[in-house]
């Protein structure tokens, strides 16, 4: 069955970066796009943007477009997303999401903190 | 970018008992092509969000017929008849037919 397993969460310092990675399986990858969704502690959801795991063509939510980069492993069925100059905005709740088939990865926390 | 504006924020109910969530967009969200890209999504505590609801009114794969949607424009409603325990969570309005994809404040549903 369709799967999304994420891993990377982390407690980072101010000013880092960290990669979160979405690891699918259950389906083709390079059919669907991967979205990837930020939910700060306790708020709503933030969309930051998709990838297209076929060609690699992006497309970023303007607010995240200097703070997100969304890359692919198609040898390993494997999005990534780099989040950079992290702050304490950016601690939060990450999902990636298959969100045509609708099926998300479980989410990874990261924390910024020094 | 587009606003979704849920009311109420919290909303408390029994078993049994039949609700309704809004969603107000701050802009219409009827694309040129005549389709209107409002979903619903539940997130139960401690889990990823799952569809409820597509284009308005559709309801997802394996959603109970207790869930239903409607409205159009800027004006949209998710109704429960008759909320199970299950049900308890946050709801959320979101729309894709504006970039950037937006997601409403949330509802959370709790017991009384």
């Known amino acids: 069955q369709v799967n999304l397993l994420q891993s990377g969460a982390a407690l980072v310092k101010p000013g880092a970066s960290v990669k979160l990675s979405c690891k699918a399986s259950?389906?083709?990858?390079?059919?669907?796009?991967i979205h990837w969704v930020k939910q700060s502690h306790g708020k709503s959801l933030e969309w930051i943007g998709y990838?297209?795991?076929?060609?690699?063509?992006?497309n970023y939510n303007e607010k995240f477009k200097s703070k997100a980069t969304l890359t692919v492993d198609k040898s390993t069925n494997t999005a990534h997303m780099e989040l950079s100059r992290l702050t304490s905005e950016d601690s939060a709740t990450y999902y990636c999401?298959?969100?045509?088939?609708?099926?998300w990865g479980q989410g990874v926390m990261v924390a910024v903190s020094s | 970018d587009v606003v979704l504006t849920q009311t109420p924020s919290t909303l408390s109910a029994t078993i049994g008992q039949s609700v309704s969530i809004s969603c107000r967009s701050s802009q219409s969200l009827l694309d040129s092509a005549g389709n209107t890209y409002l979903y619903w999504y539940l997130q139960r505590p401690g889990q990823s969000p799952q569809l409820l609801i597509y284009?308005?009114?559709n309801l997802g794969s394996g959603v109970p017929n207790r869930f239903s949607g409607s409205g159009s424009g800027t004006d949209f409603t998710l109704k429960i008849s008759g909320v199970e325990a299950e049900d308890l969570g946050v709801y959320y309005c979101m729309q894709v037919t504006h970039a950037p994809w937006t997601f409403g404040g949330g509802t959370k549903l709790e017991l009384k």
């Open positions: 259950g389906y083709t990858f390079t059919d669907y796009y």
């Open positions: 999401t298959n969100w045509e088939l609708d099926y």
């Open positions: 284009l308005v009114s």
């Open positions: 990838i297209n795991p076929n060609s690699g063509y992006t």
